[in-house]
């Protein structure tokens, strides 16, 4: 993994919330599987049009902390009060916010998708931001920590959750989401836009020379595995223009995903680079997941019988044995006096407003009763 532009190499590393110098960079291939250390809307400016599958993005979130905070028995909280995520103004974090958007707008592609996490902090505020900039937003996702850090001061409820907002970029864009696999993560029950995770400790969350954690908001893996299973495909790109301590890079390289990473940190670049490169891909066996049937081909009923697969004259009936259709030649079917697709005479007997021929109707195969979908899957089998 290269390190693809030195930080001392770049412009425009200004602290967040004060103005960049309007730098434009010429396009360059992409930079697969590397870190690009540079502030992000820089990095971002010289990566091509409509160039990466996904952007997962966890920007700072502007906690405005201020002072210390302390635990009960006088420990000193761990808290984000990192450079990185100060702002001299919330119009300055907005005008931050806009820019990173515009420069993902331009390289996400037309299918692909945006993943934003924040807290309470800056999500109502970047979700805004996202809309004004045409993004359409499909799901917002709450995190909820089965061990979230407590509120030491008992002055408000435990801060127990994080959002996600998952956009396409148009109402009408054709955006990947595995649903079937999703559903299997979930046994067999559909997913769910509450997830349960644990915040990152123990020997997930990533130390620095000093024995502390390298990040004080390291996202667990569960949780990008997650995303990039739903909504990416093996060999998409996915962009992270806040690397951090490379969360990212490390689960998209575990699933067979190309992936980009710019972070302006060095400290950070540094702790990505080891983690990844310690990070084995799955086999290409365990990658393979269940096909959705949405995106698979379609045949047409008569394709089956012109194929011999289904002979005219064949009988069909439904599950609970009411009905017995006759198959014509030219792949309708007849019952009852209605004649029409297996698809709309189904729907007529049941008095329905639409039905699944596929499933409803059964054919006798060996003394046992088949859903004709069983003889669609042989022939698409046959011929893929």
């Known amino acids: 993994m290269n390190l693809i532009v030195p930080l001392a190499e770049k412009q425009g590393r200004s602290r967040p919330g004060t103005k960049r110098p309007q730098l434009k ?33 966890d920007p700072p979130y502007n906690l405005q902390l201020g002072g210390d905070l302390f635990r009960p028995e006088g420990g000193r909280v761990d808290a984000v009060d990192d450079a990185w995520d100060k702002f001299d103004s919330l119009a300055a974090y907005d005008d931050f916010t806009r820019e990173w958007l515009a420069e993902a707008r331009r390289i996400l592609k037309d299918d692909g998708t945006i993943w934003v996490i924040g807290s309470y902090h800056n999500i109502f505020r970047v979700g805004s931001l996202l809309q004004d900039a045409d993004f359409w937003i499909l799901n ?57 995770f644990p915040i990152c400790s123990g020997a997930e ?48 390289r575990r699933l067979g995903r190309r992936w980009i990473g710019i972070e302006r940190e060095s400290a950070y670049v540094e702790v990505a680079r080891r983690r990844i490169a310690a990070t084995l891909p799955l086999d290409e066996s365990a990658m393979t997941v269940m096909a959705d049937k949405r995106t698979a081909p379609r045949v047409a009923f008569g394709v089956l019988v012109e194929s011999g697969l289904i002979a005219p004259g064949t009988l069909l009936t439904d599950a609970k044995r009411r009905w017995t259709a006759v198959v014509r030649a030219d792949g309708s079917i007849e ?9 709309k005479v189904g729907a007529g007997l049941q008095e329905a407003p639409s039905c699944n021929g596929w499933t409803f109707w059964q054919i006798e195969r060996g003394g046992n009763h088949v859903e004709i979908d069983t003889l669609r899957q042989e022939h698409l089998a046959a011929v893929s």
């Not at 960079?25 to 996904?54: E, F, N, W």
């Not at 396409?168 to 769910?192: C, H, P, V, W």
Request: proline share 7%; net charge neutral.
């Open 25 to 57: 960079l010429a396009p360059r291939p992409l930079p697969l599987d590397s870190v690009i250390q540079a502030d992000c809307i820089t990095a971002m400016a010289g990566l091509p049009d409509k160039s990466v599958d996904m952007i997962f993005a």
């Open 140 to 196: 917002d996702v709450v995190w909820r920590k089965t061990n979230p850090m407590p509120n030491f001061r008992g002055t408000r409820f435990t801060n127990a959750h994080e959002t996600l907002i998952w956009c396409s970029k148009g109402e009408k864009a054709r955006y990947t989401f595995n649903y079937t696999t999703m559903k299997s993560l979930n046994d067999d029950i559909q997913m769910r836009s509450d997830w349960l």
């Open 205 to 252: 969350r990533e130390k620095g020379d000093d024995g502390h954690k390298a990040h004080p908001t390291q996202k667990p893996e569960a949780l990008l595995y997650r995303i990039l299973l739903a909504c990416t495909k093996p060999g998409d790109v996915v962009l992270d223009p806040f690397f951090g301590t490379g969360t990212t890079g490390a689960v998209a």
């Open 335 to 343: 019952c009852d006096g209605k004649l029409g697709s297996i698809h």
